[in-house]
């Protein structure tokens, strides 16, 4: 803030200062503006660096020089990952980071990654009570006030100096396999998706060698049966659980259960179908995915 | 004018998967409409096009007389209100309710206005300097609301509002923003999987399956007039029994026939299912609990409408019992009688459909035959 102010001052000044200058002091000046420029702020080194870091595979760059211990690298520190679709729709970086620092109230940087994506750094015993509902009232408060849609993915505690470019490849991936299989869900902790990060980095090969997953593609099963589907396991197969959720007959849902059962082999009131069939169900997701849209960008 | 027009509104995500689907409504100003439905249905989806926060594919939403499509969400005079958790935690209630006017740079005095304004609507003077932490669920939820009154928005977006509270706390909250909504005059959409809640807090509920709207219509009219199966058996606790059977014409009467009973249909119903075709066809008939009667008034005059049950289950809840019934179809069939019947589990015992009250279902369609275009509601 500062430095810009200052820059526009000189900027301001210059046709004035280079009519009445010598050319000796016309270069100074012009070397001074330059150095202006050649320095960014600390929290902009911190911010190419992971830049460079995240966007090259294996890319192995030193830490840039800080002028002053900057905030969250020595620490252990909680990231989370901002999202929006539209950036026109926000109300910009500025914004954005009073609000975190009225919803947090303690030290925290927030770093611009790109067009629409944030990355917000906290000390990590912000988090300690409830932790994911103070998350979740976050998503609701940056939706209101904010902006429209973000989604969100939430690291588990680090060390930041240590792991901060793997941290912020594995929050991008979370919220992505997030946004993937669970859209209804904007707030995505890391940890919870594995199994879909997983299946996302088979080959389409690999996939086609999850037990029956061709003669699952051949079945077709329709909307409402995959929806059956994703209820059940949601609900830790639950038939009670799943029935109300789906505000279904107890009976209806055991039709259902049995007809699937019957098309596909699977018995999914078995933990080791149910295991089967969540994969299955992942697997058929991403190459719906796939057939509509470019491939997910996964590095690793 | 602050009605909304939503003009075949969809959402899609791709060819095949949509996820709401033709949406034609409008909304009166000052209604309180309540989307109701199972998990995926499109509720949210549709309350977040209206809120802005997703893009709308296909279709136009007006609010009062301006199309917002593309108008951004901070600009439609819309307010949403989410579970308790959306609180500035080291705020205090005041703080908490004034910070968003404070963000779009309101003069101080009209912030104090509106804050105090909106503690009063919502009784929550005394607790101004209060932390969230200090407060209760239903406490927290007042202050959530109190975010969005101090807008002074025209349209209220609720999702799901209450589901972080216990049973008892979501009842009182209910008639608390039914409340409410009387006082400000708003319009309110209001989104919720709980039909009880539905039918206790909306003046039209819009019931939806599948990313589409199956009926939209008063709580009375969805209770009555069902338009198909799906809705008949979502509105209504405990759900409407359905009984498989078939229709045939003997000495001049319609009967319905299932395994282990018979029933006559009455005369205006009969004609009805005579004129739309159904005679020697399968059917689905509708009954709700409270349609089947045990008093021994009622038996003695429905001699045409008794089925032999046996009781599995008798719950008694004191006013009312819920029987739970086999011995019709292969399905157990509910039944919510008087809680002073003094029937016992394991008897068998009689019982009388209330013939006048029947739904019935094409079984291929599952749309109800006796749906009426006109109903009125009481
Ligand atoms: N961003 C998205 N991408 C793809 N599909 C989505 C997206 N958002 C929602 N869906 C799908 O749209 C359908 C409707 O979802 P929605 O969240 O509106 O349901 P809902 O009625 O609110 O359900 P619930 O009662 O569980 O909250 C679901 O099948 C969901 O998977
Ligand atoms: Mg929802």
């Known amino acids: 803030m500062k430095k810009l102010a200052y820059e526009q001052l000189i900027q301001q000044l210059q046709p004035f200062l280079k009519s009445e200058l010598s050319a000796v002091e016309k270069q100074q000046l012009d070397r001074m503006l330059m150095q202006w420029n050649d320095h960014p702020s600390d929290t902009e080194s911190l911010k190419n660096w992971l830049q460079a870091m995240t966007r090259t595979p294996h890319a192995n760059l030193p830490l840039p020089i800080f002028k002053a211990p900057l905030f969250p690298l020595g620490e252990n520190v909680v990231a989370v990952l901002f999202s929006v679709q539209d950036s026109s729709r926000t109300e910009g970086t500025q914004q954005l980071e009073v609000l975190l620092r009225a919803y947090f109230a303690c030290e925290l940087l927030v770093l611009e990654l790109s067009q629409n994506e944030w990355l917000l750094l906290l000390p990590a015993p912000t988090m300690y009570s409830d932790g994911k509902g103070m998350i979740a009232g976050l998503h609701s408060i940056l939706e209101s006030e904010w902006l429209g849609g973000v989604r969100m993915s939430v690291s588990e505690t680090f060390f930041a100096a240590e792991r901060l470019p793997d941290m912020v490849n594995r929050l991008r991936q979370t919220l992505h396999a997030g946004a993937l299989f669970a859209p209804q869900v904007f707030v995505y902790f890391a940890g919870e998706y594995e199994l879909e990060l997983w299946v996302m980095q088979l080959s389409e090969e690999q996939r086609n060698r999850l037990p029956g997953f061709v003669e699952w593609l051949q079945m077709e099963a329709d909307a409402e049966m995959v929806l059956t589907l994703q209820q059940f396991l949601a609900h830790g197969c639950s038939m009670s659980e799943t029935a109300k959720a789906l505000h279904i007959h107890r009976n209806t849902l055991v039709y259902r259960l049995d007809k699937f059962k019957q098309d596909s082999g699977f018995d999914v009131r078995t933990f080791e179908h149910a295991m089967h069939v969540k994969l299955l169900l992942i697997a058929l997701k991403l190459r719906q995915h796939r057939q509509l849209a470019q491939p997910p960008n996964l590095q690793r | ?378």
């Open chain 2, 1 to 378: 004018m602050s009605g909304l027009r939503l003009n075949h509104i969809y959402k899609k995500y791709g060819e095949n998967n949509i996820a709401v689907k033709d949406f034609h409504l409008d909304i009166e100003e000052k209604e309180f409409l309540v989307l109701v439905g199972p998990s995926g249905c499109g509720k949210s989806t549709t309350l977040r096009m209206i809120a802005g926060l997703e893009d709308i594919s296909e279709g136009e939403l007006w609010i009062g007389d301006r199309l917002v499509n593309d108008i951004p969400p901070k600009d439609r005079d819309i307010a949403m209100v989410f579970q308790s958790y959306a609180l500035y935690p080291h705020m205090n209630v005041y703080e908490n309710m004034a910070f968003g006017l404070k963000l779009r740079k309101f003069p101080k005095a009209e912030i104090d206005e509106r804050v105090k304004e909106a503690a009063r609507i919502l009784d929550i003077e005394h607790l101004l300097d209060r932390k969230p932490k200090a407060l209760s669920g239903g406490q927290r939820q007042r202050v959530a609301l109190g975010r969005a009154i101090v807008r002074n928005a025209k349209v209220f977006l609720m999702d799901e509002p209450l589901s972080n509270l216990d049973a008892k706390l979501r009842v009182q909250m209910r008639a608390e923003i039914s409340k409410l909504h009387k006082k400000l005059e708003t319009t309110v959409i209001y989104v919720t999987h709980d039909q009880t809640e539905a039918m206790t807090m909306g003046d039209r509920i819009v019931v939806m399956k599948l990313g589409e709207v199956q009926q939209a219509d008063t709580p009375d009219a969805l209770y009555n007039n069902p338009i198909n199966m799906f809705v008949a058996g979502f509105i209504g606790s405990p759900a409407m029994n359905f009984i498989e059977g078939s229709l045939s014409e003997k000495a001049g009467e319609v009967v319905f026939s299932a395994q282990n009973m018979e029933l006559v249909i009455p005369a205006e119903r009969a004609q009805v299912l005579k004129s739309k075709g159904y005679i020697g066809k399968q059917v689905s008939l509708g009954i709700r609990p409270e349609d089947i009667h045990d008093e021994p008034a009622f038996i003695e005059a429905s001699p045409k409408s008794l089925v032999k049950v046996v009781v599995e289950v008798a719950e008694n809840l004191g006013s009312e019992m819920y029987l739970y019934l086999e011995g019709i179809g292969d399905q157990t069939i509910i039944a919510r009688v008087s809680g002073r019947s003094g029937i016992k589990e394991n008897e068998t015992i009689q019982l009388a459909l209330d013939m006048n009250k029947i739904h019935m279902f094409d079984k291929e369609t599952e749309s109800s035959i006796f749906f009426n275009e006109n109903y009125v509601s009481k």
